[in-house]
């Protein structure tokens, strides 16, 4: 089976970091304060404008791409996908990584190839194998549809919607993300879930 895996909220809990680094953001900078943890988009999480979001993530892009820890089981429970013989695709729209060309300066151009050195370099230390790895500059579903994908591991809410209009989607359980549910969705809380859910599915599809 092909399988597609996003980073940020799959691999890394970007949702501790967004509140933890935003809360002290706050006071730093008189920002006002953590008014809802429970939600997916940072205007709703510290009713922030997108200035102060862009600014946020300009300060801290970096740190979060080279220091954030890859979630427990994720890097030995690929490997066993990967063993199984299943084909693995890293999906992801990490912000910088994923900016088109020929929107944006040369100056920025530089800095997105330095984010995708910086995630490959992550993956690589952190012991995540992978067949490809798409950096994806818009909605990820023709990606899905051109690699073949079978089975999708996301966490965003309207990513795991879409996407479950057209192949398997397990959506990786944060609160954020719950009450999305439909035929093609399965819910999972950690890696071990994860592997066991895939293997389920590939047995099943092999009878």
């Known amino acids: ?29 008189n920002k006002g304060e953590l ?16 200035a102060t979001i862009f600014n946020f993530w300009r300060k801290n892009i970096f740190k979060y791409a080279k220091e954030n820890p890859v979630i427990d089981g994720a890097s030995e ?13 890293i999906i992801t729209a990490r912000w910088l990584a994923s900016t088109k060309k020929h929107r944006i300066l040369r ?22 194998i992978y ?16 690699n073949n994908i079978d089975i999708m591991i996301e966490d965003a809410p309207d990513n795991v919607k879409e996407l479950s209009e057209l192949t398997k989607v397990i959506c990786y359980d944060w609160v954020y993300n719950r009450g999305i549910e439909n035929k ?7 890696w071990d879930e994860i592997y066991k859910v895939i293997s389920e599915l590939s047995n099943n599809s092999n009878k």
């Open 107 to 128: 100056h920025v151009e530089k800095i997105s190839n330095k984010m995708k050195e910086t995630v490959i370099n992550w993956l690589s230390e952190n012991n995540i």
């Open 131 to 146: 067949d490809e790895i798409i950096f994806s500059k818009d909605d990820k579903s023709k990606h899905i549809i051109k």
């Open 35 to 50: 008014i809802n943890p429970d939600v997916y988009e940072m205007k709703e999480m510290f009713g922030w404008n997108l």
């Open 184 to 190: 093609n969705i399965y819910r999972c809380s950690n």
């Open 1 to 29: 089976m092909n399988i597609g895996i996003d980073i940020d909220g799959v691999l890394t809990d970007v949702r501790k970091f967004v509140i933890e680094e935003g809360s002290k953001y706050c006071k730093e900078h």
């Open 77 to 89: 429970n690929i490997k066993k996908l990967k063993e199984d013989g299943h084909k693995i695709y």
